[in-house]
């Protein structure tokens, strides 16, 4: 109460920045376990989430930096409000300016994005680093990244392999796997082989598909540890699950070989079509040659033509010289004299042997 006029005083920010947090805590545990989503609240649900912004906005006014921070989530995913990246950008900036951690980083990915500010990699690293510098290991691994690309700083493989370690020591998963990159190649830090496999055996467990797939290449390699189609097989598994394209085409040569795993030739074609529609072009020639001899799919030329045509249209020569070939005999187009040269000179032009010498043969007919 004010001692002069007895009126009532307003209520401090942080208290009414923890009595809107415990009313936005009812409604968030309801859509949490399924009772409610946030497009359609019931009633007396959606009465607290406006209570809950209604005190964020007037501790967000009295300088509150969390209720900023909270407010610009709610603005970023349109909870509650209107969608708004521009008004979420600006909420972040106010609590980062404070030195709110979470906020440095949003916003550094709102100028990574170009999501409600433009596009800018020098602000986007900025506020990395003052983030990263309070111990934010998402920060870290991605001003690490920037380092390493040479994005908003000055590239320092250094500075890159620096920000990754202190990421990776607080157990940061996708770090662990691009610190374990760098020493797969030497990469400022020594080249060590068991040291790149534990740091993705660590990633990989936590679900990072990419650090799957590598692992899946380490063991098939025989690279700092015991060589085990099986065991690299199943990372494969694991990653190509996710829809990481490189592990779909690599599980789909293992069931094609039989290598870790019984020869399948269904499987085989399966994981080519999933890597060969993401545009995998290897993956696309090799679907195409399942389709010419009618392993794993119904033998069909128009589909083997068709598949072979897209990965020739990406540049792999192997799919140059056989379209070259289908052209030359009609088989799964209509027969093309001049189509066929088109593309034998493409493969040539690659240095692939077998088309300079029908492309020499056609030529001198």
Known sequence: MCPLCRAVLPTGPEKVFEEATRRFVVVLRLVERGYASWSTLPALAQHE????????????????????????????????????????????????????????????????????????????????????EQGFAQAQCNLGSMYEQGRGVTQSDTEAARWLKKAADQGHAPARFNLGLLFLVGKVVPRNDVEAVRLFKLA??????????????????????????????????????????????????????????AKNYANAARWFKQAADQGHAEAQFNIGILFYEGHGVTQSDEEAAKWMKRASEQGFPEAQFNMGMMFLSGLGVLESYEKAVFWFRKAADQGYASAKAKLRTLLAD
């Open 204 to 261: 990989a467990d936590k679900g990072i598909k990419e650090a799957q797939f590598h692992l899946g290449d380490m063991l098939l390699a025989g690279r700092g540890v015991a060589q085990n189609d099986v065991e690299a097989v199943q990372w494969y598994k694991q990653s190509a699950g996710q829809g990481f394209v490189e592990a779909q085409h690599k599980l789909a040569v293992m069931y094609h070989r039989g290598r870790g795993v």
């Open 49 to 132: 989430l406006n209570a809950a912004l209604t005190g964020w906005r007037a501790a967000a006014d009295q300088g509150s930096e969390q209720a900023q921070f909270n407010l610009g989530i709610m603005y970023e995913y349109g909870r509650g409000v209107v969608q708004s990246s521009t008004e979420a950008a600006r909420l972040y900036n106010k609590a980062a300016d404070q030195g709110n951690a979470d906020a440095q980083y949003n916003l550094g990915l709102f100028f990574y994005q170009g999501r409600g500010v433009a596009q800018n990699d020098v602000k986007a690293a900025r506020w990395y680093k003052k983030a990263a």
